[in-house]
């Protein structure tokens, strides 16, 4: 098992910044590919970031790119999402997810946190 808790969501007006974090503890972190993931009100969980076992490799969607920035570091089992240039529409809960191979389905990422929401102000 891994447990997984967000945190630094908050209210932030457009243009401004956030810097989520996730710590993991249980299983060994550096196991497990990493990924942010979010869901706004009536859409789909959409994956925003994934990183490799040893940050080597990272992808971001499209919507986010240039503007966020993910990385980890496996001896703090943690991963963080430096989030610039915020959009009102990037206002969603985010999530952090471990899993066993890097993809872009939800369906992939076995372990979980609980969320953290992110309000994009206009």
């Known amino acids: 098992q891994v447990q997984l808790v967000e945190s630094g969501g908050g209210l932030v007006q457009a243009g401004g910044s956030l810097r989520l974090s996730c710590a993991a503890s249980?299983?060994?972190?550096?196991?497990?590919?990493m990924g942010w993931f979010r869901q706004a009100p009536g859409k789909e969980r959409e994956l925003v970031a994934s990183?490799?076992?040893?940050?080597?490799?990272?992808y971001y969607a499209d919507s986010v790119k240039g503007r966020f920035t993910i990385s980890r570091d496996n001896a703090k089992n943690t991963m963080l999402l430096q989030m610039n240039s915020l959009k009102p529409e990037d206002t969603a809960v985010y999530y952090c997810?471990?899993?066993?191979?890097?993809?872009?389905?939800?369906?992939?990422?076995?372990?979980w946190g609980q969320g953290t929401q992110v309000t994009v102000s206009s």
């Open positions: 249980g299983r060994t972190f550096s196991n497990y590919v």
């Open positions: 990183i490799s076992w040893n940050g080597g490799r990272t």
């Open positions: 997810a471990a899993g066993s191979s890097l993809s872009i389905q939800a369906s992939r990422y076995e372990y």
